[in-house]
């Protein structure tokens, strides 16, 4: 069915998506079966729209065992448009909101926080050159902050949590863009998740947002209608036209996740993957893993050669071979092979081969 050539993309986000996922797409994209229109024709209020959300909504509430009191939201603006909207929301007049400073994108998230309201930085691994994730008696939490904020997986410095931090009875927020449903979680620890789609659920334009509806009391009347998250509950993420293809996408995902044995499956072959390259790294000193070994990602492998030549070789080469979107982050230089849900293992086999052959060569 699909016949040109597809490449292993090891994009950083937009990312891969699995091929089932677009050939559906493709088949149904001029007409849905049975609606003779494409998903983008139709109306968000229309019947056969709010069946695809519903959908979505239901496959991924059984998936990640989201319990019943949290809500589960489509939203747009990404990622960088909550970074506003959760201190908007849940910064309390007079409250103090905890940040864990673990990478870039949790500097942009206490940034955009401190034009809100007061913000604490309750560690940072900046020192460390962010390559690593704070132990739990780093934390300098505040006893009654109105929440704490972490980004779970640092998709630049390819670092991870491997489990939240304990904060007491304050809502835990993650910024889980890069590693969402990469494995099993428990999202009864945390009092909101959020998620841009374009690196493990979808296409960009799509915002998920997962809040536990007690903190839905927090969200007051003056705020942008747009950004309040009580709005944007009462209406089922249909206050406005959401991006309904985005939502049509994101959900087939969702069924397509559940077919590979739901987040355990997915966990395992997402272990399976990152410890195959991971183990090429340290097998002989030519390549140098830039994270700390007890904080390395699943979802992003970083790391580096001896010189920028050979790296940019690497990249070079690794391309023309078929291992696109290998090139790290500008900011830090080196590599990153992003491995998403949806990259495939026989990608990270090539990747690996690949490896062994240019250190034949220029090692
Ligand atoms: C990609 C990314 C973002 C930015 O997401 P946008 O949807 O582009 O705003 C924020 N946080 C993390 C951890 C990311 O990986």
Do not use: C
């Not at 968000?44 to 989201?66: G, Q």
């Not at 009191?69 to 909101?97: C, E, H, K, W």
């Amino acid at each position: 069915m699909t016949t040109m050539t597809r490449v292993y993309n090891f994009s950083a986000g937009p990312a891969v998506l699995p091929l089932p996922v677009l050939e559906e797409a493709q088949r149904d994209l001029v007409a849905l079966p049975g609606v003779g229109m494409s998903v983008m024709e139709i109306s968000h209020r229309s019947k056969t729209f709010e069946d695809i959300l519903a959908k979505a909504i239901d496959n991924m509430r059984e998936v990640a065992s989201i319990p019943a009191n949290y809500r589960i939201l489509m939203l747009q603006g990404g990622a960088s448009l909550q970074f506003s909207a959760v201190p908007m929301n849940l910064l309390t007049p007079g409250g103090v909101a905890d940040y864990i400073d673990t990478g870039s994108w949790a500097v942009k998230a206490i940034e955009e926080a401190n034009k809100v309201g007061k913000v604490n930085v309750a560690a940072s691994t900046k020192a460390d050159k962010y390559t690593r994730i704070p132990a739990q008696g780093e934390l300098k939490l505040t006893p009654d902050a109105a929440y704490v904020h972490m980004t779970t997986n640092n998709t630049i410095e390819g670092t991870e949590w491997k489990a939240p931090p304990d904060v007491g009875s304050v809502p835990l927020v993650a910024d889980a863009s890069s590693d969402i449903f990469h494995g099993p979680i428990d999202v009864a620890r945390f009092g909101l998740i959020y998620a841009g789609a374009q690196k493990n659920l979808g296409p960009s334009g799509v915002t998920l947002v997962i809040v536990r509806e007690d903190l839905l009391a927090r969200s007051t009347a003056a705020l942008p209608t747009i950004l309040n998250y009580k709005v944007m509950a009462d209406n089922n993420s249909l206050y406005n036209t959401p991006n309904t293809f985005g939502i049509y996408i994101l959900g087939l995902t969702m069924k397509w996740v559940k077919a590979q044995g739901g987040l355990a499956g997915i966990g395992t072959l997402n272990e399976r993957k990152a410890s195959k390259v991971y183990a090429e790294i340290d097998r002989s000193g030519f390549y140098r893993g830039t994270a700390q070994k007890d904080s390395r990602s699943v979802m992003n492998v970083t790391f580096r050669l001896a010189t920028e030549e050979l790296e940019n070789l690497f990249v070079k080469e690794s391309t023309a071979a078929g291992l696109d979107g290998l090139k790290g982050h500008r900011a830090v230089g080196g590599m990153r092979a992003s491995l998403y849900n949806a990259f495939p293992e026989a990608g990270v086999d090539a990747l690996v081969d690949f490896m062994k052959e240019f250190e034949r060569k220029k090692g």
